[in-house]
């Protein structure tokens, strides 16, 4: 097993339709300045877009990249077991850190699932991101369970080139399962409606997250 991907077989009906990318980071960056109750709210909004920003752009290049390969095709890779931790830089010259997992097709390799975890801006909450294939049936959103604790659905807010994304603050609790547990299971449905079910490791997730931490003090 290739560290921070890992490899299922599944069926996946995914349609390969580039889009444009909902927001731009210029755009981010001015509506991240401005102040007043309307802005806060622009900032709720805009806030884990910009995790979507960048975590999933340098991934149009570098997917599916081993580990072993990591510093060749991109930013440098620090590797925690199933977890990988990037840091790149952004046009803000801002420096953004992010821990990951790529969830793959046993055959072709195809990237079927990403999991994202990093803090934007200022916000001392992590934030999770959730990237599907296009062609994935977005109603249902993304149900995720840790081991045996409560399951948790989260909805689909946009997509673009790079899939479909959902996002959600990590809660204090939700944080310690992911610390505790072993793994995260989660199911989508791909394009046909039916459900695609399997399991993201949580090896070495406590110290990845612990050098994301560490790379953003």
Not at 14 to 41: D, E, M, V, Y
Not at 53 to 67: F, Y
Request: include cysteine; charge should be positive; glycine fraction near 8%.
């Amino acid at each position: 097993m290739v560290a921070i991907e890992r490899v299922v077989c599944l069926r996946v009906m995914a349609a390969l339709a580039p889009t444009i990318l909902a927001k731009s980071l210029s755009t981010l960056h001015i509506a991240l300045k401005r102040k007043g109750p309307r802005a806060q709210g622009l900032r709720r909004r805009l806030l884990p877009l910009s995790l979507v920003i960048a975590t999933t752009a340098p991934l149009l290049w570098v997917q599916p990249v081993r580990a072993q390969d990591a510093e060749r095709q991109g930013p440098a890779v620090k590797t925690f077991k199933d977890w990988g931790l990037r840091c790149r830089e952004s046009p803000t010259d801002q420096v953004t850190c992010y821990l990951f997992q790529n969830i793959l097709l046993k055959e072709g390799r195809q990237r079927i699932f990403h999991v994202a975890v990093g803090y934007v801006g200022a916000q001392e909450q992590p934030i999770a991101l959730l990237t599907s294939p296009l062609g994935t049936y977005l109603p249902p959103g993304v149900a995720l369970q840790i081991d045996d604790g409560e399951p948790m659905r989260v909805p689909f807010e946009q997509c673009n080139a790079d899939g479909c994304h959902a996002t959600f603050p990590i809660e204090p609790a939700t944080l310690e399962a992911l610390k505790r547990g072993a793994l995260m299971n989660v199911a989508i449905h791909d394009g046909a409606r039916r459900p695609l079910e399997f399991p993201v490791s949580l090896a070495g997730f406590t110290a990845g997250f612990r050098g994301l931490r560490e790379a953003n003090p």
